[in-house]
């Protein structure tokens, strides 16, 4: 671990994620827990506020100018799966054998109680810190952060993804494809009549999956794989398919853009007639009854700034980490900010059956962000 730390069960920071844990938040339904947040912000001196798709935002100001630090934490979670298979409460906040257990405790309810404790105990500063506790992370990554983005303007980001306190200065992409097949009509006992859309599609997802896939040196090699099929008529009364739809998973390396990805797609799909290719349209109505939409395109990113790296890394006493999933950082890097991940617990812990995180990282996570602000607010 880069920074010690106890694992006293009954820190200010372990209760607060406590709190947090008890309450479901899935995505497009964090009401209840936004307004928590928003008052234990308010008990703790921020000025706060929330934006229209329900994102709360803490506030304070130092006491001369200075720098914009914004540190970003997701309120929502991903659903309870398999609920007979948890042996801990998903909203219990259980604390055994030295860990919180709970869904969202390490995903990244444990981050925003650190947080909020760190900035809450800084003394006079220059500048200005800002919390932002943000809405459906999970399934629109970047969405709410960057409309949080497009009102507060920051200098440097930092997302509190679990990173088990180390800092994270690259981050691999994703995106949605949706590739659709049509053909025609016909019945099963004469097939040479129709034309079977599955099997436009089975060439097509060979295609696309024979395509090689860049890499990096510090994020490896990137991913494209299938996750979804089907088929209309469905079910089928016995008829060849007249149209298949396939999604696909990818994992973006920097310098892939929406463009790049669907140009090599369709290239490799020409002379497949009848079969196209798009990002998917991603939208979810948001606790405060607002839709929020995007395209499934989240750019990787690299941090540029290695002046400041090497300063935060300094103050970490850690080392550097290259995040293989995708996070709202990506929000924060496409507007050339500084950004990096910092946040306690694993990526190993999230979206698990008993999620959880150790006392001693939740601990050491009110520490890890105390050193960012002191080191780049310069107090």
Not at 243 to 253: D, G, I, N, T, V
Request: glycine share 8%; aromatic share 4%.
């Amino acid at each position: 671990m880069p920074l010690s730390a106890s694992s006293d069960p009954s820190s200010p920071v372990v209760e607060l994620c406590r709190e947090f844990v008890r309450i479901s938040s899935p995505s497009g339904e964090e009401g209840e827990l936004a307004a928590l947040v928003a008052v234990r912000m308010r008990a703790m001196g921020f000025e706060v506020g929330t934006d229209p798709f329900g994102s709360v935002l803490g506030l304070r100001k130092g006491s001369r100018p200075g720098p914009v630090l914004l540190m970003d934490a997701h309120l929502d979670t991903v659903p309870v799966t398999q609920p007979a298979a948890w042996r801990h409460d998903p909203f219990g906040a259980e604390i055994v054998q030295g860990r919180l257990w709970g869904l969202g405790s390490a995903d990244t309810k444990g981050a925003l109680a650190a947080m909020l404790c760190a900035a809450a105990a800084l003394g006079d500063f220059p500048g200005t810190l800002l919390v932002s506790a943000s809405v459906c992370e999970e399934d629109l990554t970047t969405a709410a952060l960057a409309q949080v983005l497009d009102r507060h303007p920051a200098d440097l980001v930092i997302v509190g993804e679990p990173t088990s306190l180390y800092l994270g200065v690259a981050q691999k992409g994703r995106a949605g494809l949706r590739v659709e097949a049509s053909g025609r009509s016909a019945h099963t006992s004469r097939p040479e009549l129709g034309e079977n859309a599955i099997y436009k599609m089975m060439e097509a997802v060979s295609r696309i999956r024979a395509l090689p896939l860049p890499t990096d040196p510090e994020l490896g090699q990137g991913v494209c794989e299938l996750i979804e099929i089907s088929s209309e008529p469905r079910p089928s009364p016995g008829m060849v398919p007249h149209f298949c739809m396939a999604r696909l998973a990818l994992r973006l390396l920097p310098g892939e853009t929406a463009q790049s990805v669907l140009e090599r797609t369709r290239s490799a799909l020409e002379g497949l007639e009848g079969v196209s290719v798009h990002l998917l349209e991603l939208s979810r109505r948001c606790h405060t009854g607002l839709a929020i939409t995007m395209q499934e395109f989240v750019p990787a990113w690299k941090n540029r700034d290695r002046v400041l790296q090497a300063r935060l890394l300094e103050a970490l006493g850690t080392t550097a980490f290259a995040a293989p999933y995708t996070t709202n950082a990506s929000a924060a890097a496409a507007r050339n900010l500084p950004t990096f991940l910092l946040g306690p617990g694993s990526i190993e812990q999230a979206h698990t059956v008993d999620e959880w995180i150790a006392l001693d990282q939740l601990n050491a996570a009110q520490a890890a962000y105390s050193a960012v602000i002191r080191t780049y607010l310069g107090c």
